[in-house]
């Protein structure tokens, strides 16, 4: 069913897993292919209520596979037709997405990693914003969420030098959520898929939904979409539990709906 990926669900946990190592996860279109359909998968699962994307081997993911050229399309069909669309899903998904950076995000990988709710990272982790040093801007959203991550400044900084960034660096300047140590990787990683998981999902869907709006929409327009977010909040069981769980002094079960 997938070859250039691995997918499996866990307590919950959608786990995509990028298994090009050899290339250090470089993008292929067959892979891109993947990520999307196991994406699409996650965000319409019954029982899925949070996605880690993660890479096998050292790296995280290198970016498009700069052997796989293909000419019959220009880099504007290519950003057309394969990335923008893997970033509008992961956008528009109503369900926390993790990246779990576990080595080296550089070109596309990089801004795969940007579009995620959450950047756990390695602390052999880096990242490059490598686009400028083969002649191109930084694409697939990288300078839409780098900006909105890190500032004006700093993203360009990135953009224009191309150079390494290492994991105490994108601690420092804002660019992971969490640092977390190789002995301790597989542990931490899935504690805090688990806490996600386990909060109400549709409120943490129009939360994010909500978020975005704020980039569009004047004051007034967003009260306005606002109210109605509170509307579906206050219609789902988990507000009911939550409020029920609050006043009997314990701890909410939230179920996602
Ligand atoms: O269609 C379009 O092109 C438009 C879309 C563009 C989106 C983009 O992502 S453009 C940016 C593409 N990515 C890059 O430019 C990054 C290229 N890679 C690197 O700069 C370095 O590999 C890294 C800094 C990521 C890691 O360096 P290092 O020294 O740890 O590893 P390495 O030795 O360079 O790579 C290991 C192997 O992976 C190597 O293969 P080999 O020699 O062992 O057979 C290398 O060629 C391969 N590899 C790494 N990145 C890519 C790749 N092969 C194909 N494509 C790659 N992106």
Redesign the pocket.
Known sequence: MYETITYRVENGVAWLTLNRP???N??TSQMNGEIKKAIKASAESDVVRAIIITGEGR?FC??????EVDESKH?GQ??RED?GPMMQQISRCEKPIIAAVNG?A???GFSLALACDFRLISENASF?N??V??G?IP??GNLYYLTRIVGHAKALELSLLGEKVTASEAKAIGLATKVIGVDEWNEQLRAFAGNIAAKPTKAIGLIKRYLEATYHLSLDEYLTEEAEGQRIAGLTQDFAEGVAAFTEKRKAQFIGK
């Open positions: 050899d290339k250090l470089a993008f790296a290198s970016g498009q596979d700069l052997s880099l290519v950003l990335y080296v550089a070109g596309a490059i490598a686009f040093n083969i191109l694409d697939s």
